[in-house]
């Protein structure tokens, strides 16, 4: 986990933030964790597959009648999410961003934030805002 002196800028933080989530989508879960000052993944890992569901009504998708942890069993769903469009609060200490699934965007967005720690600044989350 990066460990800024001073307040990092927006776009240092949009960067650690498309890492995190590309190694994501390559299943590289423990790599993603190391990034950032990180909430439980599996909680994430679990919102982002129920919001693909739901944005696939069309049978496309992951499967609603799949066992109950198939959405563990199998990552390779999550190289069909991307990343949308950035959100940034007007204290520029929080940024949520839009997921897509298969280029749509679902129900869920990531938050993360710039947090205060003894050595300096680290990047925090990613909550998960439905």
Known sequence: MRIWTERPAET????V???YFSLLRT???H???QLI???PVRHVIKSLWAAAVEASGDGD???RSSAEDEWEQDLSWLGELGLADFHW???GSH?????????QVIEVALGFWVKPVDAGWVIAGPSTLW
């Open 27 to 29: 299943g590289r879960i």
């Open 95 to 103: 940024v949520y961003v839009e997921i897509t699934h298969r280029a």
């Open 31 to 33: 790599e993603a964790e």
């Open 17 to 19: 933030v498309r890492r």
């Open 12 to 15: 240092d933080v949009e960067g």
């Open 89 to 91: 609060s007007d204290t």
């Open 61 to 63: 998708g992951p499967n």
């Open 37 to 39: 000052d990180h909430s």
